[in-house]
């Protein structure tokens, strides 16, 4: 085996090579043919290779759609530089198509360009007679849009190597997708050993034959090959998604009690931890629903042990009861939100920041809590810890925003260094401070310290009522009052140690584009772009949403105008009976409104789909009057 | 206790606290006079007394209507949240904290129609506890509305022409459940009993599922003072290994019947057989279900530097 890799090795070094800054490619196939596993691993080597990487997964509603069909397309996207890469990029420069059928979706979707290569599986031009003419007619459809078309003999060319090229085609892309970017077929076969490590010998090097056909099969065949530059960082690296980041700050929390209901996209952050959390101190509990779920952490939380639930829109729904319940008794307790495109079960798999108004005001009554929005997939790591602790330090539940995007995006980021500060001591068990209210609410702050069931002398039942400093229901209507003035006191508390955001840009300009969580690439690339061309445009982005951050009037004041980006719905005026005034805005801009009394605009869609940087520029065009992009 | 002279000998003996029924009771409980649930609040405190539960190491947790006021009124730790959520409360407390006696206080709105999703798995998840279900057959917080054990034909403010559905039995669905370990069943009005139930209840490894049929003098007068009041309305389920009555109390009962607790399928008949009689005692017992509340203990102590490595050998698997 060592000897073919050397040979091809031999004969890259023969092949003359563009060098491109970055690429985009797509691996688009139907359900269950290992694109999204292809894609992953060419994100990891690239990633190994020291280049910028982002990938984002094309996932169909079902587990088996139809096949050879435009709804079924599952597939990934991997954009791959020489600089570090925050967002999926604009358009594909390069798509491997298992079928033909699955591209409609993906041209409908705008993600193609004239120019761009498609690699599609030749077989169905001998196939039946209706799928040759389907094929025949996509074809010339293709062709017709600009795409430069490559015919592959891909099933062909597997049946080589295995009996059922269905299973092992995606690793004969693979090599074929190393050849053409140059990337290191050490590491491709490394990470094939890494897929395939619970499997015998014979698959692993079935999968390695394949890796190698693919690869000089390229090399011999195909005219393009590229070379993306990469610089290898001193800094030690992972590579991983959103939710597989999550999994791991969960742990690294010092939480020991991740208690879920399986809904899409939150579920598999809770795979990525299933192997270890025991070993780490902590343990899964998959519940009847999701009211029990956020029920089962509350009581594990009321009883001193520290507590997550993972879930998406649907499952907030459920749990906002216990959520506020959670506020009204200040229960500390870390809740993940991974949206999703809603309302009701939406697009279980497609991104949208939907639940942003929900999460703040959901619950019955006032309600204030914590909510944080991740911008990247380190800070989904991070965040996780960061909210552990406020939790505890604000006695409160503590909202983590996450959503598709993140949760199934791959990016390379430094590797935590865990501390052991992380993790929380054994429960107090002490005696309880005699004297010491169960809610001796601080004056200035609202915060108090909280008995454990254990600790003689701290007995109190705790309760969902109103209910005074002992936690005694209050028949006094002036308590009620009191108590609601603490908790929220306690984020204005919180308020006070958070720093005002940096604008991304000058601080002053014509347009400051204004978002959160994870469209903070785009934004910031597409800014970038535009300023280039000498817009005088700006961004932020806001991680804490309650708390907000402090500062953003002062920080508005500076731009002729505010405008937020957000992948939730807003009205668009100039549609039919959409007015100023009865206009209903994006969630964010809706909130900052209310926040800054400042005539904030907003710019958003629910296509369910990660923004890409030129979508935001062609909204740029239109508001600054500019020239910002090639294809307009 | 044996008394030791003071002295004896050096050796100081440790100063052991002997808690009395008033170390367990809290605020003067607001129930309606003549409710059933006064009777059951102190059967529960003697048991506490009885077997010298340690407050702070005692935990009532309980949903919402007039029973679930119950934690407020005990001198323990106490969790008073949702309606129909004491169940997963209760087992969120108990998974990770096998050191805390877990009581869950819940009604027949609160368990057999909202929370019965609960219902139906902590019966399954097992974990050591004892439940007791406060059944009065009609919502009383809210003033009067038909319960999901309201017998056919109640009339009550949702159905003032008589409620439509056959109830719930609640025996009979809990016998019906997978992993079922302990069912009992008693009445308020008949405290020796009720005792003894409750202290089954408390002995049993696993969860005790225990329906008290218990009298609401407010709205259910009606119902319930000719069961009270009549001797025929009760049959006593009679066994070694089920509740054992002192033969005194014993006698008072006209009807006693011979029952095996660890017989499922005779349980399951005489669960469906309440029709004129109200059969009290325990139906079944398993020793042997398995505990999720033993899964749920099983990894706790583990030190912060074998949690750390745990978790950098997963990270390791995203290193490039």
């Given at each position: 085996m060592n000897s073919t890799s050397e040979t091809i090795h031999t004969k890259t070094n023969r092949t003359k090579r563009e060098t491109i800054k970055e690429a985009v490619v797509e691996i688009v196939s139907d359900?269950?043919?290992?694109a999204q596993k292809c894609g992953q691993s060419l994100g990891i080597i690239s990633a190994k290779m020291g280049n910028g990487v982002w990938t984002v997964e094309i996932i169909p509603a079902e587990i088996q759609p139809p096949a050879r069909s435009k709804e079924g397309a599952s597939g990934i996207r991997v954009r791959m530089g020489s600089n570090k890469i925050t967002n999926m990029g604009d358009h594909a420069d390069m798509v491997v198509a298992l079928n033909e059928q699955v591209l409609y979706g993906r041209i409908d979707q705008n993600a193609y360009k004239p120019g761009t290569y498609l690699l599609i599986e030749n077989k169905w031009a001998t196939h039946t007679e209706e799928t040759q003419k389907a094929y025949k007619e996509s074809l010339e459809r293709f062709t017709a849009l600009g795409y430069i078309i490559h015919e592959i003999p891909m099933e062909q060319e597997c049946l080589k190597h295995v009996s059922d090229a269905r299973k092992g085609k995606n690793m004969w892309v693979l090599g074929l997708l190393c050849n053409i970017y140059d990337r290191d077929l050490a590491m491709a076969a490394d990470q094939i050993k890494d897929i395939f490590r619970k499997k015998s010998e014979q698959v692993i090097q079935s999968n390695l034959d394949l890796l190698h056909a693919g690869y000089a099969w390229a090399e011999d065949n195909l005219p393009m090959h590229f070379t993306i530059p990469s610089r290898l960082s001193e800094e030690d690296f992972v590579v991983m998604n959103g939710n597989e980041a999550i999994s791991l700050g969960v742990m690294a929390a010092g939480i020991e009690l991740c208690s879920m209901y399986p809904i899409t996209p939150a579920t598999s952050a809770t795979h990525g931890m299933a192997e270890t959390i025991e070993s780490a101190g902590g343990i899964i509990h998959q519940a009847e629903d999701e009211i029990a779920a956020i029920g089962f952490a509350i009581g594990a939380s009321y009883a001193g042990k520290t507590a997550v639930t993972i879930t998406s829109g649907p499952g907030i729904a459920l749990k906002t009861e216990f959520i506020g319940l959670a506020v009204m008794a200040e229960i500390p307790l870390v809740i993940i939100d991974v949206q999703r495109g809603g309302p009701s079960t939406g697009l279980p798999t497609k991104v949208e920041q939907g639940d942003l108004l929900s999460v703040l005001y959901g619950a019955a009554g006032d309600a204030p809590k914590i909510v944080l929005a991740a911008s990247t997939i380190e800070q989904c790591f991070h965040y996780v810890i960061l909210a552990r602790k406020l939790a505890e330090s604000f006695r409160t539940p503590v909202f983590v925003l996450t959503d598709a995007n993140l949760a199934t995006g791959v990016q390379p980021f430094p590797r935590p260094k865990i501390k052991e500060e992380w993790f929380t001591g054994p429960i107090d068990q002490s005696p309880w401070k005699e004297g010491v209210k169960a809610y001796d609410w601080d004056a200035q702050t609202g915060l108090s310290q909280r008995p454990f069931p254990g600790q003689k002398g701290g007995m109190y039942t705790l309760t969902g009522l109103a209910h005074d400093e002992d936690s005694h229901v209050a028949y006094d209507p002036a308590i009620n009052q009191r108590a609601a003035e603490s908790r929220s006191r306690k984020l204005a508390a919180l308020g006070q140690t958070l720093k005002s955001p940096v604008v991304h840009g000058d601080k002053t300009g014509d347009l400051l584009l204004v978002g959160w969580g994870s469209t903070r690439g785009a934004i910031e690339e597409a800014v970038e772009r535009a300023r280039e061309k000498g817009a005088k445009v700006s961004s932020l982005h806001l991680?804490?949403?309650?708390p907000m951050e402090p500062g953003l009037k002062a920080i508005f004041a500076k731009f002729k105008k505010v405008m937020t980006v957000e992948i939730n719905y807003s009205d668009t005026i100039g549609n039919p009976l959409i007015t100023e005034e009865n206009r209903r805005y994006a969630q964010l801009a809706w909130y900052l409104r209310a926040h800054t009394l400042i005539d904030i605009d907003c710019f958003s869609n629910v296509y369910g789909q990660p923004l890409s940087p030129i979508q935001i520029l062609k909204m740029l065009e239109k508001e600054l009057d500019l020239t910002l992009t090639d294809h307009t | 206790m044996i008394a030791l002279q003071p002295d004896f000998c050096d050796i100081k003996m440790p100063e052991v606290h002997q808690y009395g029924v008033e170390d367990y009771?809290?605020?003067?409980?607001?129930?309606?006079?003549?409710?059933?649930a006064h009777t059951i609040l102190h059967s529960v405190q003697k048991l506490c007394e009885e077997e010298q539960l340690a407050p702070e190491k005692t935990v009532f947790v309980s949903g919402i209507g007039?029973?679930?006021?119950?934690?407020?009124?005990?001198?323990t730790y106490g969790f008073h949240g949702l309606h129909g959520r004491a169940f997963p409360v209760a087992s969120g407390v108990k998974f990770r904290r096998p050191d805390l006696n877990v009581f869950v206080i819940t009604g027949d709105g609160d368990c057999c129609s909202i929370g019965a999703g609960h219902w139906v798995h902590a019966i399954r998840y097992n974990m050591k506890m004892v439940v007791l279900l406060f059944d009065n057959s009609i919502y009383g917080l809210t003033k009067k509305q038909t319960s999901p054990t309201s017998p056919i034909g109640t009339v009550s403010n949702t159905h003032p022409r008589g409620s439509i559905l056959p109830p719930i039995n609640p025996i009979q669905a809990t016998l019906g459940l997978p992993n079922v370990s302990f069912v009992a069943q008693t009445v308020d009005w008949k405290p020796a009993h009720l005792q003894a139930t409750i202290k089954k209840a408390y002995e049993h490894p696993g969860l005790s599922f225990v329906r008290i049929v218990q009298r609401c003098p407010v709205f259910m007068r009606d119902t319930y003072e000719p069961t009270v009041k009549d001797p025929d309305a009760i049959t006593v389920l009679h066994h070694d290994e089920g509740i054992v009555l002192e033969e005194d109390a014993l006698k008072k009962f006209r009807h006693v019947e011979s029952h095996d607790p660890s017989d499922i399928v005779k349980a399951r008949e005489v669960a469906e057989l309440v029709k004129e009689t109200t059969p009290i005692g325990l139906f079944y017992q398993n020793k042997e279900a398995s505990r999720y509340d033993e899964y749920g203990a099983?990894?706790?102590?583990?030190?912060v530097e074998d949690r750390i490595e745990a978790i950098n050998s997963l990270m390791d698997r995203y290193a490039v």
């Open positions: 359900s269950g043919e290992g991680h804490f949403l309650s | 009771a809290s605020s003067k409980a607001r129930w309606c006079s003549g409710c059933g007039c029973s679930s006021r119950f934690p407020h009124y005990m001198k099983h990894n706790l102590g583990i030190s």
